[in-house]
């Protein structure tokens, strides 16, 4: 009987170890689909080859990435190799051949979806990536890199079971938002968020650069505003307590540092969305240019949490001016086709009492419709206005669901936070649509029981791994077939007024970020949450592996 148990022991050790070195294609987020036949296998040995195309810039900086991601998931080292070389690795761009060899003819538009789809062979051949545009080339390179099992990387062969992957996104927008304004965080951190948003298949970087406890963008015409409008000279303690730290707190993004960033995620085939919050959530300006605001000031930068009642005066017309500057040279910086006008949490407290504002109201005949206030349609007024700049530069506005409030402008594309109210009004109305509702996507919030009991910060809800994943962004049950094509995608939100730490930061978003990039990435009839917690194991390997941190309790 011993001998018997100790060989069952043995060879359970065995097959443990030995699956160890397999690939697994089950990734996060799943793959559309996944043909394998696990009785056979490639194997990938130190040494071996990647071969790409060198004269084609992207495939050069995939092919770069994707021997990188090898080595740091598994410890092998491959080599570089011309297109036309023997190689275990071929990576290729360009309309997948046919089976009698000829290219297809791809003359019909490809969706933006088609734009990111690829193709991933393992055989007795090899290992081949294929993909129309260098955007699906790249995803595929992520694809293998996250198929790789990560908790040794001690440059052992790896056995990978021959497949047919064939993958592309549900959702074209999938976002994610940092608040770097509560909070400042820099550019190496700024660039680790976006190699984890890359990481899980996010291909759209809402960066929240001004509030009223700080601006951080640099406007050359304006440079006080990054100066000064940056720097609170203290911070409340926790959650407005009213003890305050009494240090000065600041810091901002040059236009350099954008342009980097705007770079650094381009290359990972991200955009960068700015926000300029406007016309509320600008005490951070205001404390600069105080003739900005219906009181006149003084306005110190913020230094506690909440909305604040001072505003910008919208029947000040150096408003519009300021306005005009600032979002000029956001577009210089920006090349987004989207930009984020804010428009959240705005109180017409200060409008309602301000002669200026109220002279604006009169001028625009503005009148209460029963449905709309006037001050709510001044606030639309100062959209269009807003939104008519933006578009001699080629851009759309995004604004937050309270854009609704005044009768929404023009084109503007909605994103939807308290709740998705807004947003379904919104496809109703047949504008576009972005759906970060705060329940399933503010990962600010705690994401487990105990944290929300234990921790005075933590937010007042739990959103856990399983709220964000039960998410069915379409709202089927509100929305018609027709009205759902308005809803870009999902997006998961990280503000940062209790999370002034980079290492807070990523055991935040991670692995929730993982759970959205299914929502973001997967059909409803492939999404399993039992399913998605087993194959976090891996996933949660390569965070180790990649030496980054996360949160180990999954609710
Ligand atoms: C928001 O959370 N105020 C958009
Ligand atoms: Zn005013």
Redesign the pocket.
Known sequence: MKRTAFLILALAVLSASHAARRADYRIIPLPKSVQTDSTQVFTLSDGMGIAYDSNDEEQTRIAGFLAKWVKEATGLGLTLTPADSKAAIRLAIGAPATKKGRKAKAEVPLTEQQKEAYTINVSAKGITLQARQGVGLFRAAQTLRKSLPAQAADGQPVELPYTTIQDEPRFVYRGVLLDCARHFFSMDVLKQYLDMMALHGCNQFHWHLTEDQGWRFEVKAIPELATKGSIRQETVVGRNTGVYDGIPYGGYYSQQDCRDLVRYAAERYINVIPEIDLPGHMQGALHVLPHL??TGGPYPVRTYWGVSDEVL????PQTMDFLRTVLGELCDVFPSKYIHIGGDECPKK??KA????QA?IKELGLKDDGKHSPENQLQTWVNQQVEQFLAERGRDIIGWDEILEGGLSGNSIVMSWRGTKGGIEAAKQHHRVIMSPNVFGYIDHPQYKDEAEKIPTAGRYIVSCSKIYSFEPLIPEELQEDEQQYVLGPQTNLWTEHVAFPQHLFYMLLPRLGAMSEVQWCRPDQKDFQDFRNRLTRLTQLYDRIGIKYCRQIE
């Not at 005066?313 to 000040?316: E, I, V």
């Open positions: 605001g219906c005066c919208a029947g000040n200060r409008w301000c002669p200026k504002c604006k």
